[in-house]
């Protein structure tokens, strides 16, 4: 079983940054993609960021340039660095896991979730 636990998350002003950490742990052979979604109220769960083991990083057209998406792949752990955030990006922030629990299988995790707020 694989638990990924998030950290980071809180209230910020507009043009603030935050940054959040995800890291992955248990029963785990390779961690392949992993990757950050946002779910505000009434709204589905959005992809916000991924990236895949050998650093390749795609982005929502909403965050290009503002948010950065990076891995260590050595902790089993995800960042997202929000900078000059907006209130539109208040949502619960989700961080997801491709991974191998043994070399024959392939399953993915979600973490929890952390709120982060932008409002004045």
């Known amino acids: 079983q694989v638990q990924l636990v998030e950290s980071g998350g809180g209230l910020v002003q507009p043009g603030g940054s935050l940054r959040l950490s995800c890291a992955a742990s248990?029963?785990?052979?390779?961690?392949?993609?992993m990757g950050w979604y946002r779910q505000a109220p009434g709204n589905q769960r959005d992809l916000v960021a991924t990236?895949?083991?050998?650093?390749?990083?795609n982005y929502a057209n909403s965050v290009k340039g503002r948010f950065i998406i990076s891995r260590d792949n050595a902790k089993n752990t995800v960042y997202l660095q929000m900078n000059s955030l907006k209130p539109e990006d208040t949502a619960v922030y989700y961080c997801?896991?491709?991974?191998?629990?043994?070399?024959?299988?392939?399953?993915?995790?979600w973490g929890q979730g952390t709120q982060v707020t932008v409002s004045s």
């Open positions: 990236i895949t083991s050998g650093g390749f990083t």
């Open positions: 997801k896991a491709d991974f191998a629990p043994t070399r024959w299988s392939r399953d993915n995790a």
């Open positions: 248990g029963s785990i052979f390779s961690i392949y993609t």
